[in-house]
Antibody, heavy 120, light 108 residues
Framework: EVQLVESGGGLVQPGGSLRLSCAAS????????MSWVRQAPGKGLEWVAN????????YYVDSVKGRFTISRDNAKNSLYLQMNSLRAEDTAVYYCARRSDILTGALDYWGQGTLVTVSS | SYELTQPPSVSVSPGQTARITCSGD??????AYWYQQKPGQAPVLVIYKDSERPSGIPERFSGSSSGTTVTLTISGVQAEDEADYYCQSADSSGTYKVFGGGTKLTVL
């Protein structure tokens, strides 16, 4: 069974940092692109970042470029999101999701999300 | 930046057909996907590659594409289909992903 479990969320002050983790199981993690998607309270979904299977390609939404870094450890079946210089508008539930090449790039499995609150 | 446009809300009675549209300039070049999200839950993929249905998704869910608009159709809507629906695609380069603003489907 495919499982994605996020952790690392919490309350952080503006300007602070946080590192999110996503533990993957039930599939060959190293064979898939992975994504982070966020959802601010009461708002819609926003794609945040993608990372290729071997970590050689990474893409970000403009609003987080230079502040967030996506990474992965295939030996540990884990995906990460390092978030620096956090702002109030980064407050959201952060989901990790698997991108399926078989389904032409669809996000076919999602974790349950971890809440990040940026507030003083 | 690239945007996908969805209507904020759609309402239908049980048994009727719901249609949710999503418009974007790059949709003729990029595949679209649809996700269903119920309150407090993670999104679930219901349509990929414009019109394909993943295994386990009921046949009443279908997708179509015409020019710069894609449409999610739910035939014979059931109470359990009440949820937020999001389209997702990419810019013309295929590099940067984007979600539509979401449509709240209300089953009257």
């Amino acid at each position: 069974e495919v499982q994605l479990v996020e952790s690392g969320g919490g309350l952080v002050q503006p300007g602070g940092s946080l590192r999110l983790s996503c533990a993957a199981s039930g599939f060959t993690f190293s064979s898939y692109w992975m994504s982070w998607v966020r959802q601010a309270p009461g708002k819609g979904l926003e794609w945040v970042a993608n990372i290729k299977q071997d970590g050689s390609e990474k893409y970000y939404v403009d609003s987080v470029k230079g502040r967030f870094t996506i990474s992965r450890d295939n030996a540990k079946n884990s995906l990460y999101l390092q978030m620096n210089s956090l702002r109030a508008e980064d407050t959201a539930v952060y989901y990790c999701a698997r991108r399926s090449d078989i389904l032409t790039g669809a996000l076919d499995y999602w974790g349950q999300g971890t809440l990040v609150t940026v507030s003083s | 930046s690239y945007e996908l446009t969805q209507p904020p809300s759609v309402s239908v009675s049980p048994g009727q057909t719901a249609r949710i549209t999503c418009s974007g300039d790059a949709l003729p070049k990029q595949y679209a996907y649809w996700y269903q999200q119920k309150p407090g839950q993670a999104p679930v993929l219901v349509i990929y590659k414009d019109s394909e249905r993943p295994s386990g998704i009921p046949e009443r869910f279908s997708g179509s594409s015409s020019g710069t608009t894609v449409t999610l159709t739910i035939s014979g809507v059931q109470a359990e289909d009440e949820a937020d629906y999001y389209c997702q695609s990419a810019d013309s380069s295929g590099t940067y992903k984007v979600f539509g603003g979401g449509t709240k489907l209300t089953v009257l």
